[in-house]
């Protein structure tokens, strides 16, 4: 590690962030996030992910907070035996300060809380940094395929 790496480190560690669930006020910061991530897509508009993922009984959204500024965000929800996340984002002004370790914590805690066993995710293959990132966090390749069907 360099020395702008650990005094990056240390810049941050000693903020005191929080995380909470997002809510309707959140969802133009959280978009933009996502949009900045690379995570939208044109066929699917983030606001009615938000919107479903808040309205589940089984879902949220945790918000990472660095005062009244949102800088990170991971959609959690199950099934009641399999948890997934998504849109796991960290402001690009603050990645590789361990912000998307503590987001992925607190998801797999919300996860633990209500007696999921098991988290899953999807990365696309292309993404090598990412496919890194969840290597780095435990996450292993679970040699399966997931299939997809548009219900439109």
Known sequence: MSRSERASDRKW?????RIADLT???FGSASALWDQAGLTR????????????????TSTVLGLFDGKTLVGTVMVGHDGHRGWV???AVDDTHRGT???RRLMVAAEDWLRERGVVKLQLMVRSANAAVLSFYDRLGY???DVQVRAKWLR
């Not at 044109?42 to 009984?57: I, M, S, V």
């Open 42 to 57: 044109p066929w699917n508009p983030p606001e009615l992910d938000l919107l479903r993922a808040l309205a589940g009984e």
């Open 86 to 88: 998504y849109y796991l």
């Open 98 to 100: 361990g912000l998307g």
């Open 13 to 17: 560690k000693n903020r005191v962030m």
């Open 140 to 142: 292993e390749d679970a």
């Open 24 to 26: 309707p006020a959140d």
